[in-house]
């Protein structure tokens, strides 16, 4: 029988969480780097036993971390990114020069088909690639100095390159997002890169014509159907048949198209999920009532509650703290700012916390292993 493994990044530590297929029974590891940010924890689809994090501190810096035995041991790996060539500049509404400053790695993207590569997206808005299991890193530089980027703006979180996709068809296209820039694609490996915000509003921005600028917080895309992706931005959830070629709101009935991930179905690449938040000051769900929220291919979203607590909730979920499993039928997994790990083994319909009381999460991925 397969069996699940849930990494789980949080504010003090990493922990991975584990069970047999039937996924009720967890077991749990960690914490893993007691003490420190884990802003994400990938595992490698080429090696189940790959496993990088990446490690934070205001003292120490960026760190990335790398198991080879599922999380069981880790050592610290290359931890030199190096922007290439000039650093450049962005420029404020106002037109006040703003210089690149880097922070941290937001988000690890491993390979499909090679565990010793992993692209890694930064703050302020670059994007690495490692080929040799992140021992070294080279920035992919097309993207930070494109034409557009002089103007684009940090979000509340900081100018973060926080989604990185790579098309499972075509492996010379990326999809990335960056908050507050937008969405963009590759064809091309890297090289050069496109802005694909058509069709996007938001009411933050002078110009709303502008091809970058807006506040994406999450595009997520079924291998099945490479030019269809899904986006939970800063207000309004979209989606876009021809790559991003033009987007179109699917906010439908929700209580509020304010959040932070998205999620579509492992198996039914028409199903989405996100977690409504009430407001962009007020980041929690609406009336305290915990809901994950399902589209079956339209603009109507139906309630997901049960197993969910529905009154004087107070907790977010962070962007990168949603996943699916692989498995039949379908899991999908999401965790909060309380520290609460929640899965649901059966396409969302009911839910049952895997653990409480964690640090706060910023991450979570679900691993299925033979």
Same mark, same amino acid.
């Not at 077991?27 to 934070?56: C, K, M, T």
């Not at 299991?133 to 940090?154: C, N």
């Not at 409504?276 to 589209?295: A, F, M, N, T």
């Given at each position: ?31 893993? =780097? ?52 000039? %650093? ?11 210089? =690149? ?11 499909? +088909? ?7 997206? %930064?703050?302020?808005?670059?994007? =690495? ?19 557009? %980027? ?19 068809? +075509? ?12 969405? =963009? ?186």
């Amino acid at each position: 029988m397969s069996r699940i493994r849930v990494l789980v990044g949080t504010r003090k530590g990493a922990f991975v969480l584990s069970a047999d297929g039937d996924r009720r029974n967890w077991e749990v590891s960690g914490p893993h =780097f007691g003490g420190w940010e884990i802003y994400h924890v990938a595992a490698s689809p080429a090696d189940p036993n790959r496993l990088y994090a990446s490690q934070s501190s205001g003292w120490f810096g960026q760190v990335i971390q790398r198991s080879d035995d599922g999380g069981a041991t880790w050592s610290p790996v290359g931890n030199d990114f190096t922007y290439e060539g000039e %650093a450049g500049q962005h420029l404020w509404y106002d037109g006040t020069p703003r210089p =690149f400053e880097f922070k941290r790695i937001w988000h690890l993207e491993p390979s499909r +088909d090679d565990p010793d590569t992993v692209y890694a997206g %930064a703050e302020d808005a670059a994007l =690495f690639r490692s080929t040799d299991g992140a021992q070294t890193w080279q920035e992919l530089p097309a993207l930070r100095t494109h034409p557009s %980027a002089p103007s684009w703006q940090p979000g509340a979180g900081g100018m973060c390159l926080h989604t990185i996709i790579l098309d499972a068809a +075509d492996p010379d296209r990326i999809f990335v997002a960056i908050s507050a820039a937008g969405a =963009f694609r590759s064809d091309d490996g890297g090289k050069s890169w496109l802005p694909i915000n058509r069709g996007l509003r938001s009411g933050e921005i002078p110009d709303q014509d502008s091809e970058v600028g807006h506040c994406v917080h999450r595009i997520v895309q079924h291998p099945s159907r490479p030019d269809v992706l899904f986006m939970q931005k800063h207000w309004d959830v979209l989606r876009t048949d021809d790559a991003g070629g033009q987007w179109r709101e699917i906010s439908g009935n929700l209580p509020s198209d304010f959040g932070f991930p998205i999620a579509v179905h492992p198996h039914d690449p028409e199903t989405v999920y996100v977690v409504p938040i009430k407001s962009d000051s007020e980041h929690y769900p609406p009336e305290g009532k915990l809901r994950v929220y399902r589209s079956r291919g339209g603009e109507e979203w139906e309630a997901l509650t049960n197993g969910l607590p529905q009154s004087n909730c107070y907790v977010n979920v962070y962007r990168d703290a949603m996943a699916v499993d692989t498995l039949d039928p379908g899991g999908v997994y999401f965790g909060t700012t309380g520290g609460q790990v929640y899965g649901s083994s059966d396409g969302g319909d009911t839910w049952a916390p895997i653990v409480r009381d964690l640090p706060a999460v910023l991450s979570v991925e679900a691993q299925v292993l033979p």
